[in-house]
């Protein structure tokens, strides 16, 4: 299937891979049967690999909402996004949806993608964020022209997905990982090990991501590999991830992160890619 450049991310996501996705690429395996990733977030290593056969999936069940609206109703996605306005009244008012009960669960799932969508575009840096109660948290941006509706975009994801054999998954990532066989490919992107008690930023979903988690997912990863599946995973250059992949190959790259509340701090940070091949 042929690439089209016309695909690329309709969220923006905290932890997104489009600075780093040629180190990325780079390491990824010339040729396997399925593609496997169970951190979606945006989707940036999908939408640029562009695999014929994927079981993709994320814990945010709103996420994964908008990749199958995307899917599957696109047409009525764009007409209801152009209905969204860019003020910050407006913008709480939506917000406020997921603080009264049962309210967001009124909406039918074009609605609640294109909240989804509205919000990561007009909130501050794009910065998707809840609270514990699982409470979208992150103030208004105020930006004067917020590319709302990128119908070109939208229409391109959606002819993808429909072109492709692509299984879209709510559920954590180890439900996801038992299926992989030898001859996949694994992409694994978790929320990332904070390199300071300052610059967490795993509360994409209300139940985070500790080292608890991250052990849990390297005892997945070493799952993997005892059935000769291939898996690539980012993560932050700490001494944690260090020594809890110390087994398997780790190279260091350098990327851009734009998000920090210290505009003096935004800038290039070491991560790490860890392979088993």
Partial sequence: MQKNNS??????????KRQILDQITNFVPKT???????????GAVLLTLQPQKAVVGDLNKELINVYQVIKENVTELISELKLHKNTAEYFYSLREIDRVPKAL??????????????????CYNGLYRVNRAGEFNT?????????????TTLRAVSHYFNKADIAFLATDFEQILKKPQSGDFVYLDP???????????????????????????????????KRDVKFLLSNSATDFIFDLYKDYKIEIIKAKRPINSNAKKRGEVAEVLVRNY
Avoid: H, M
Wanted: positive net charge; hydrophobic residues 30%; glycine residues 8%.
């Fill in 7 to 16: 695909i690329r991310p309709v969220v923006k996501w905290v932890g997104g």
């Fill in 139 to 151: 103030p208004f941006g105020n930006y004067k022209r917020p590319n709302i509706v990128n119908e």
């Fill in 32 to 42: 396997f049967v399925t593609y496997y990733e169970p951190f979606l977030g945006g």
């Fill in 105 to 122: 669960a009124k909406l039918n799932p074009i609605q609640r993608a294109a909240r989804v969508i509205y919000l990561n575009k007009t």
């Fill in 191 to 225: 929320p990332y090990d904070p390199i300071s008690n300052t610059a967490n930023f795993t509360g994409y979903n209300q139940s985070g991501f500790d080292q608890k988690e991250q052990l849990r997912l390297k005892k997945t990863c070493d799952k993997l590999n």
